[in-house]
């Protein structure tokens, strides 16, 4: 199975507003999504003879402008229709006929008696400031997303969610907390959470939002294949990942994370055909038994202190940052000297990679930095909550969960 969720590109930069011609407005949808029809007909033409699932989902630079998506009206009609044509080959015409409607699906397997809850991510996106005139549940999804995994759960089927911003990065906190709850309710459906935006490697854990706080939940977020980044060293290893499922109940049973190393490619100039390598497997990386929720807890209370745990999930969670540093600053330089400048760099901010694993921390005190800059990013998350209004309480009570 695989999982498309986005691609990372820069948009045109043409304005499109209301007032644009028909012609022209839809000119500048259709050219924006063009490098995502692109990898679709690429991947038509490489899976054609296999026996591949492909599960897509767009992000937030596939619309136009960047990060701006209406659900009120038709205004993204051209853009959801276009998409959708050229999703038929892979999820089917009544399946792509609902998404062009709607901007979300899902689409059962019988062989793996699996639904798969594709969501569309724009509905939490800080960035969407059409948000502001539709904030109690864009789109009605969540209400959606509650019935189909009642549903599921009524025949006991398996459920993936897959989206494109983790809900508890750059995504509305009431629609994450609202979306934190119906995974607390439905966990036993929900064998895993599939996730990416960010382009690194990383995890949340869904934990129950009553004391005590228990893992039900693992948000699985996996590195880009760009190699942009908005962080230390940029950029990125390009990076893919492929996950292994117990067929009986789809449960993950291990992931590899393959990596293309390239401060090994880039000294071999005249190689005609690069080769990917699995950096690692979750297992043994981890050294761990099983991907349970409960695991996932044990592995980030490792990270209170500056560990060898902590430092693999930092090399990894920059796609090998160890490689990057190698190359960047000297490729002679000892073994231990890298370690030392990873903690210097890195130790005294454990907290802060330990905060990244909860799903909310955003609204935790004790994971809120004291810099001005963070101080800044909780004043608009308190703008955004206010501007959101209280609508979840009332959605809760309506819902019955």
């Known amino acids: 199975i695989l999982m498309y969720v986005g691609v990372f590109f820069f948009s045109s930069r043409r304005r499109h507003t209301r007032f644009l011609p028909v012609s022209w407005a839809r000119r ?3 050219e924006t999504v063009y490098p995502t029809l692109n990898l679709t007909q690429l991947l038509i033409q490489e899976l054609k003879d296999q026996d591949t699932i492909v599960i897509p989902m767009f992000g937030n630079h596939e619309a136009f402008p960047v990060n701006v998506f209406d659900f009120k009206n038709d205004r993204e009609s051209v853009f959801l229709r276009t998409l959708a044509d050229s999703w038929v080959p892979f999820i089917g015409q009544e399946t792509a006929d609902f998404f062009a409607k709607y901007s979300y699906y899902s689409k059962y397997y019988v062989k793996y008696n ?67 709850a119906i995974i607390e309710r439905f966990y036993k459906s929900v064998k895993m ?50 996950y292994h499922v117990g067929q009986a109940n789809m449960y993950p049973l291990n992931y590899y994370q393959y990596r293309l190393n390239l401060s090994k490619w880039n000294d071999m100039p005249n190689v005609k055909q690069l080769q990917w390598d699995v950096a690692y497997n979750f297992l043994e990386e981890y050294n761990v038994t099983d991907m349970s929720p409960q695991t996932f807890e044990e592995i980030a209370k490792k990270f209170s202190e500056y560990n060898g745990t902590l430092r693999k999930y930092i090399n990894n969670f920059y796609s090998g940052l160890e490689d990057i540093i190698r190359f960047n600053q000297d490729t002679k330089k000892p073994e231990q000297r890298i370690k030392d400048n990873l903690e210097k760099l890195f130790k005294g901010k454990e907290r ?5 694993t ?30 959101e209004g209280e609508w979840i309480s009332e959605v809760e009570e309506a819902s019955g969960l």
Request: proline residues 5%.
């Open 28 to 30: 500048c949808v259709q």
């Open 114 to 180: 699996l639904k798969v809850v594709a969501l569309n991510t724009q509905a939490c996106n800080l960035l969407n400031w059409f948000l502001l005139k539709d904030a109690s549940d864009p789109g009605k999804m969540l209400k959606w997303l509650i019935s189909e995994l009642k549903e599921a759960e009524s025949n006991n089927q398996n459920v993936y969610i897959i989206g494109h911003i983790p809900p508890g990065d750059e995504c509305m906190g009431k629609w994450a907390r609202r979306y934190h």
């Open 358 to 387: 909860l799903e909310e921390h955003h609204l935790i005190d004790s994971c809120r930095q004291p810099s001005m800059a963070a101080i800044f990013d909780q004043l608009g998350y308190m703008i955004l909550d206010i501007l």
């Open 193 to 242: 959470q599939f996730y990416g935006h960010t382009h690194y490697d990383h995890f949340e854990i869904v934990r129950t939002l009553e004391s005590p706080k228990k893992p039900v939940g693992v948000i699985m977020i996996a590195p880009s294949v760009t190699t942009f980044c908005g962080g230390y060293n940029c950029g990125l290893n390009p990076s893919f990942r492929l």
């Open 352 to 356: 802060e990679f330990f905060c990244q």
